[in-house]
């Protein structure tokens, strides 16, 4: 049975994610992939290297270092397997963004699946499978809106 400890663990990773990504800090958020696989809408990414290659690729980054966003992650389920160390876990996001020519609006949601390891007794993420389900204008937010990847 997991603890209130594990359930803690794994919730902020996946809200240090979506900090990390609306800070602008793709090298930071990208270590949270050491050792995991990223899947989007393309092919799956291995490694914090390749994950932060993507994310410069596609994220537009303004003038403060930031792509303007604000990740609301909810809905967030988390089953563990003990025998295994494993935990699974499943939410919703929505991307809010505002540039100067861009008001407020959501322009992306969807959900992410997500399965974590414990290694050394800390929680890491093994893998996120990012599925868009509704977007709005991403033209501010990615350099290929045609290939919706969060």
């Given at each position: 049975m997991s603890t209130a400890a594990d359930t803690v663990a794994v919730t902020n990773l996946i809200a240090e994610y979506a900090e990390l990504i609306d800070a602008g800090d793709f090298a930071g958020a990208s270590?949270?992939?050491a050792?995991?696989?990223f899947i989007g809408s393309g092919a799956a990414?291995?490694?914090s290297a390749a994950v932060e290659r993507m994310f410069?690729?596609?994220?537009?980054r303004y003038e403060d270092g930031t792509p303007r966003t604000h990740h609301a992650i909810t809905n967030i389920a988390i089953e563990f397997?003990?025998?295994t160390g494993t935990a699974t876990a499943r939410s919703y996001f929505t991307v809010f963004q505002a540039v100067s020519d861009f008001p407020l609006q959501p322009v992306a949601?969807?959900?992410?699946?997500?399965r974590f390891e414990r290694h050394d007794g800390r929680w890491r993420f093994?893998?996120?499978?990012?599925?868009i389900t509704l977007t709005g204008d991403l033209s501010h937010h990615l350099r290929m809106?045609?290939?919706v990847q969060e």
């Open positions: 270590a949270l992939f050792d995991g696989v990414v291995r490694g410069r690729a596609m994220v537009i397997d003990e025998e949601a969807g959900k992410y699946r997500d093994a893998e996120r499978q990012v599925h809106p045609d290939a």
